[in-house]
């Protein structure tokens, strides 16, 4: 374990991406065991983030939660808000600055996209 949470960390470092408060996540997290335990472990590297978990509302279509979280990420984005919390899991709060959304699969093949407001 932990191949996956250290992909998406090095992931993270090459986008230059912030943690901590002013980012919010969206997660597409799968529910899988292990591919689960391997995003919480990234995400709680990420400090105080307001973080999503979108399973709960549209389903947990590994294919289709990545593309589906950066159209709500960039929705959030457009209307200068964030979603509220969504799932008992979800944590975090305040206004958010930029949005990390997350993809991980079932087994490996780790994603992350950084979405900031165009200026």
């Given at each position: 374990g932990g191949a996956s949470a250290a992909a998406?960390?090095?992931?993270h470092a090459k986008l230059g991406a912030p943690a901590g408060a002013g980012l919010g996540v969206?997660?597409?997290?799968?529910?899988?065991?292990?591919?689960?335990?391997e995003e919480d472990a990234f995400l709680?590297?990420?400090?105080?983030?307001a973080v999503r978990r979108t399973g709960s509302l549209i389903g947990h279509g590994v294919e289709?939660?990545?593309p589906a979280n950066v159209a709500?990420?960039?929705l959030a984005l457009s209307r200068g808000g964030f979603y509220p919390a969504m799932d008992p899991a979800d944590a975090g709060d305040g206004p958010v600055e930029r949005i990390l959304v997350t993809g991980f699969g079932q087994?490996?093949?780790?994603a992350l996209a950084l979405l900031e407001r165009a200026a």
């Amino acid at each position: 374990g932990g191949a996956s949470a250290a992909a998406a960390k090095a992931l993270h470092a090459k986008l230059g991406a912030p943690a901590g408060a002013g980012l919010g996540v969206l997660s597409g997290m799968t529910g899988v065991a292990e591919a689960r335990a391997e995003e919480d472990a990234f995400l709680a590297g990420l400090g105080g983030a307001a973080v999503r978990r979108t399973g709960s509302l549209i389903g947990h279509g590994v294919e289709a939660a990545f593309p589906a979280n950066v159209a709500l990420g960039a929705l959030a984005l457009s209307r200068g808000g964030f979603y509220p919390a969504m799932d008992p899991a979800d944590a975090g709060d305040g206004p958010v600055e930029r949005i990390l959304v997350t993809g991980f699969g079932q087994w490996r093949g780790e994603a992350l996209a950084l979405l900031e407001r165009a200026a």
